[in-house]
T-cell receptor, first 116, second 114 residues
């Protein structure tokens, strides 16, 4: 079975531009979450969607937005890119909409975004 | 305010010996704890988890211990193998809530020397 897949794997953008990152969850998983990992830090929660509805939002500016499609895939959009948005963006999927023992998050390999 | 702390940025052990990775948390609402392993250029891979109703969970070479009164958990790897060399993240969650949010520590780089 395919795991969580993310595209593209790498991306270079210029300050002020817009970026769209894509994620396909594990088959059967209805929850998709997005995390940002900067160098030397652990992943930080950005958004969670479950059954196409936003379930949670982390402490990120409104330049960050996301959505989930009927097939449970998801997009993360970032507008007006800043140098500080350079990071590894991770998508994760899970069976459940909330944390439940024995239902861990499964992560993709991420999209490495570099803003110059 | 870091709610999950991994105070050792790195750890080096010999192959065959025990690796012990530590994690502390401050939020008493956390009741579901997970360990992830991350290799370079890959996403975090789930290793093992524990619910706050337990104090120990084992899976093969990996054991996680939880001390709720001390708000401390540890991951033991016995015996350690060179392939275990990776960054290990501790993560915590409030189970059964309105969303599924993991709070991560900064990670510990484990190096297992042959």
């Amino acid at each position: 079975d395919a795991g969580v897949t993310q595209s593209p794997t790498h991306l270079i953008k210029t300050r002020g531009q817009h970026v769209t990152l894509r994620c396909s969850p594990i088959s059967g998983h209805k929850s998709v979450s997005w995390y940002q990992q900067v160098l030397g830090q652990g992943p930080q929660f950005i958004f969670q969607y479950y059954e196409k509805e936003e379930r949670g939002r982390g402490n990120f500016p409104d330049r960050f937005s996301a959505r989930q499609f009927p097939n449970y895939s998801s997009e993360l959009n970032v507008n007006a890119l800043l140098l500080g948005d350079s990071a590894l963006y991770l998508c994760a999927s899970s069976l459940r909409g909330s944390g439940v023992y024995n239902s861990p998050l499964h992560f993709g390999n991420g999209t490495r975004l570099t803003v110059t | 305010d870091q709610q999950v702390k991994q105070n050792s940025p790195s750890l080096s052990v010999q192959e065959g010996r025990i690796s012990i990775l530590n994690c502390d948390y401050t939020n008493s609402m956390f009741d579901y704890f997970l360990w992830y392993k991350k290799y370079p250029a890959e996403g975090p891979t789930f290793l093992i988890s524990i619910s706050s109703i337990k104090d120990k969970n084992e899976d093969g070479r990996f054991t996680v211990f939880l001390n709720k009164s001390a708000k401390h958990l540890s991951l033991h790897i016995v015996p350690s193998q060179p392939g275990d060399s990776a960054v290990y993240f501790c993560a915590a969650s409030v189970s059964g809530g309105s969303n599924y949010k993991l709070t991560f520590g900064k990670g510990t780089l484990l190096t297992v020397n042959p």
